[in-house]
């Protein structure tokens, strides 16, 4: 009953936002089609805040862990790196970034699937014992 009324309230009461938003995101897809390559730049910067930001959370994330965890200097390692390459590509200045920058997405969900590997074979060996 509570969920039924929150799903209501919410729906009717933020219709607005839903709607500006999503004029807000085809006016940005027009645009990206009008301008792909100051789109690309755009999305890199973007992308570079975002990596820095998820570079702190793992940091952080992997601090918290260090107790619980005996691989909790993968997430340092990565979060490290995750904050280098936001600053890296949030810059302006190295135009060949674009095929680097695609790489480091392609490598970073292959790391972090491995990662992620790993600290699940962890934690199932924890509960074993």
Do not use: C, K
Request: positive net charge; hydrophobic residues 65%.
């Amino acid at each position: 009953m509570v969920n039924e009324f929150l799903l209501a309230s919410v729906h009717v009461g933020w219709r607005w936002a839903h709607v500006l938003l999503g004029i807000f995101f085809l006016v940005g897809a027009i645009w990206a089609f009008a301008n792909p390559i100051n789109a690309f730049w755009a999305l890199a910067s973007v992308i570079g805040l975002l990596f820095v930001l998820y570079g702190a959370l793992d940091i952080i994330n992997s601090v918290a862990a260090r107790e619980i965890s005996g691989t909790w200097w993968l997430g340092l390692v990565i979060g490290i790196l995750l904050i280098l390459l936001g600053f890296w590509a949030s810059q302006q200045m190295f135009p060949a970034r674009a095929a680097l920058l695609l790489l480091w997405v392609g490598f970073f969900a292959l790391f972090r699937g491995i990662s992620e590997i790993v600290i699940a074979f962890e934690l199932r060996s924890r509960q074993h014992r």
